[in-house]
């Protein structure tokens, strides 16, 4: 991990475990919270409202060429679900650590934003079906639509 990361990584890390640890499943519920403020803060301004497929667009984009949380995020639409990959996730150590330990990865910013956006967008609920890390470098977010 690059040493500039480490905080970072280190903070997503114990703020995840401890919530983890303090309310279980409900952690789910503030991480939901924490995902609608960060969206509302750092990327709403970014994002194309006038559809589904260039809101997606225009969140990827955001992350790789606007905040730099990533070297490259895309998605496929499955009908209720969206895949989104995220390829070199600046968080990747915590979500490395998180895996090891065997916490679920409920705090994830991108997936959490994602969420925010795909509600703003639609009006209808989502909700993260999975998260799971599929190599060392990429982390696969599918998001299902609930409402």
Not at 98 to 104: D, F, M, N, R, S
Not at 106 to 119: G, H, I, Q
Request: charged content about 30%.
């Amino acid at each position: 991990m690059a040493e500039a990361l480490k905080p970072l990584n280190t903070l997503v890390y114990a703020l995840t475990a401890a919530l983890w640890d303090l309310a279980g499943e409900g952690s789910k519920a503030i991480a939901r919270q924490v995902g609608r403020e960060l969206y509302e803060k750092l990327i709403k301004e970014h994002v194309d409202l006038s559809s589904l497929e260039k809101a997606l667009e225009s969140t990827c984009k955001a992350y790789v060429d606007k905040l730099r949380i990533c070297e490259d995020a895309s998605f496929i639409l499955k009908g209720d679900l969206i895949e989104v990959k995220i390829s070199r996730p600046i968080i990747a150590e915590a979500l490395k650590m998180l895996t090891e330990k065997g916490i679920p990865l409920v705090f994830c910013p991108y997936a959490n934003v994602l969420v925010a956006m795909l509600e703003d967008v639609t009006g209808s609920g989502y909700d993260i079906k999975s998260i799971e890390r599929i190599s060392e470098h990429e982390t696969l977010i599918i998001l299902e639509k609930v409402a």
